[in-house]
């Protein structure tokens, strides 16, 4: 089935109250930007992705690099489509969304959810919420009691207070309040910081090594990112060091950057996402190799509301994934900004959140908040 066009546009929709990321210090985010997919083929269908974005940057990259190389290929060469992303990625952001949308294509033209097309291993994953910023003790265990209200099955708090002791005590004041019933993660976002944000990352050895082992001693599920992406050999001997689970590779791109971060033993945890890592089959092919080295694959989910369902999508055809991370943020980011342009939510309960079962990426794009908050 071919190619007939490439539509693209920025939409800008509110969240729902102010966000300060932690890996943003000194931002604050009131609204969440992406670049609007649309992948159409000669019979009609449409398939649906998205970039991250901050203004038009995609939808200039995508009219410039990729609509007219894409004409006129077939929807199911997604390995072609992934040579033409690649080239494209020299000179643009992320352009991994557009696989989304072939692969959203591809699912509608066949009647399958794509987790059944790349191996179809579970119809539902335990899911955490995954916390965006730095808050108070106080005010983290009310937020724990809350997620734990909401039927979630952990929490991932993020570090990033100038004393790590004081992110430490925080961690032990949640595990006293909610350990019994919620698993707990922590990701100290070392790896690199938002572009504008005012902060830096400035862990070395000893103190990744100091918080590791404060954390594997309380029972804390895993430790994410705490050296920077490319400090290898770092991350080799931090991992031989711990016995808690090392995660990340949330933004490391394409097969080989994987392949040395699985072969040299930097992660027990790979975290690549659909959207920032090279696309949706090539992170299968990525898991499988994990799988094979008897590691976990857990994608990072942090974007937008189209990219999170086919990074569940890719995590429900693992048999090596047993996680599913949720954003969220009460009040800044919830519940609804994970579906904001769709006409249904995912089902969240008793710990599991369930895969949809509709065709391609799982979802039904709401056209009137795509016409409502498109600005270019």
Known sequence: MKIVDLNSKLIKHPLTGDFHPSWGPGLVLSELALTFIELVLEDGTVG????????NE???????????????MDVFNTEGINKVLST??????????????????????????????????QNKLKIYASFGEIRSSKRRVEDALLVKEKEFAGIKLRFGNDNVDTDLKITADIIRAVGDEL????????????????????????????????????????????????????????????????????????????????????????????????GLFQLRKI????????????????????????NLQLAASLPNCDW???????????????????????????????VPNKPGLGFIIDNDKIDKYTVY
């Open 88 to 121: 494209a990625s020299l000179r643009m952001t992320w352009p991994w969304g557009v696989e989304l949308a072939a692969w959203d294509a591809i699912g509608k033209l066949v009647n399958q959810p794509i987790n059944k097309l790349l191996g179809g291993y």
């Open 287 to 310: 898991a499988g190799f994990a799988e094979m080295h008897h590691k976990k694959f857990i994608p990072h989910t942090w974007c937008n509301c189209i990219s999170l369902y086919g």
């Open 58 to 72: 995609g939808v200039v990259g995508l009219d410039v690099f990729v609509r007219e190389q894409l004409k006129g």
């Open 183 to 278: 698993d707990i993660m922590v990701d100290a976002n070392q790896a690199d910081i938002l572009p504008g944000s005012k902060g830096e990352n400035n862990w070395d050895f000893e103190t990744a090594l100091y918080v590791g082992e404060a954390l594997q001693d309380m029972g804390v599920k895993w430790l994410e990112e705490p050296l920077p992406r490319f400090n290898i050999s770092g991350l080799t001997r931090l991992n031989k060091r711990l016995k808690i689970p090392v995660a990340g590779g949330e933004k490391n791109q394409m097969k080989h950057e994987f392949k040395q971060l699985i072969e040299e033993n930097c992660y027990d945890i790979l975290q690549g996402d659909a959207i920032f890592s090279d």
């Open 48 to 55: 649906y992705g998205a970039l991250p974005a901050n203004e």
């Open 324 to 354: 599913f991370e949720f954003p969220f943020e009460n009040p800044g980011w919830t519940e609804e900004v994970n579906s904001f342009l769709f006409k249904d939510n995912l089902k969240i309960e008793d710990g599991f959140v369930y």
